[in-house]
């Protein structure tokens, strides 16, 4: 098992970016914001704990990519940013995402929380469950696993109409299995960066 540790000098020149831009959101950091800001360099910290690979097959060793760090991304013309009229984020549930209605609402009542507490700033707002059927998606039984699964592609289309407009994005949740195409055994989720939509299982 091989762990991936970084320096504090790493996390800094991964995170600290000299772009004037950046430097003045910075300074606006209230003093909460700054000591977390502070906690992400240290290597201890839980922020950016170890990277632990368990296998050759762990997806870090078998799909190697360039790395990036913040700056890198913060300039990446493809990017896309909330504006005013663009700053929410909807949540979609397709079918049941429990064996009862309680544990799927604590279920979206966990994921609304860590939705507000990781994209600070943007607001979350929670759709009406809509079941599988109102997709249209295709669907198939896996000859392996016996798992219903749904089309992944046609459940982006789904979440591009539905999308308001005002959202930065819409995410569809299903404990459904999705397949991308056929010749694929599953995938745990995909999105459209162009489009604003994605979609997890």
């Known amino acids: 098992m091989q762990i991936i540790r970084h320096s504090e000098q790493t996390l800094k020149t991964a995170l600290i970016s000299k772009n004037p831009v950046l430097v003045s959101q910075y300074e606006k950091l209230d003093a909460g914001e700054q000591r977390l800001m502070n906690e992400a360099f240290q290597p201890a910290s839980d922020l950016f704990g170890p990277i632990t690979l368990h296998s ?13 760090d913040f700056e890198q991304f913060f300039s990446d013309p493809y990017r896309k940013t909330p504006s005013p009229d663009k700053c929410s ?26 939705c507000k507490a990781y994209f600070y700033g943007l607001r979350v707002k929670l759709l009406e469950p809509v079941p599988v059927s109102a997709t249209r998606c295709s669907f198939r039984v896996n000859e392996n696993t016996q798992n219903l699964q749904i089309h992944a592609g046609d459940i982006l289309k789904f979440l591009k ?37 994605g979609e997890v299982d």
């Open 56 to 68: 050759p097959s762990d997806w870090i060793t078998s799909h190697p990519e360039a790395p990036q």
């Open 89 to 114: 984020i909807y949540i979609q549930s397709i079918g049941s995402l429990g064996n009862t209605r309680i544990i799927s609402e604590e279920y979206i009542k966990w994921l609304t929380g860590y």
């Open 161 to 197: 109409k539905k999308k308001p407009e005002d959202a930065f994005c819409i995410v569809g949740i299903t404990m459904i299995d999705l397949y991308p195409r056929d010749s694929w055994n599953f995938v745990f989720g995909q999105a459209s960066l162009t489009d604003g939509t």
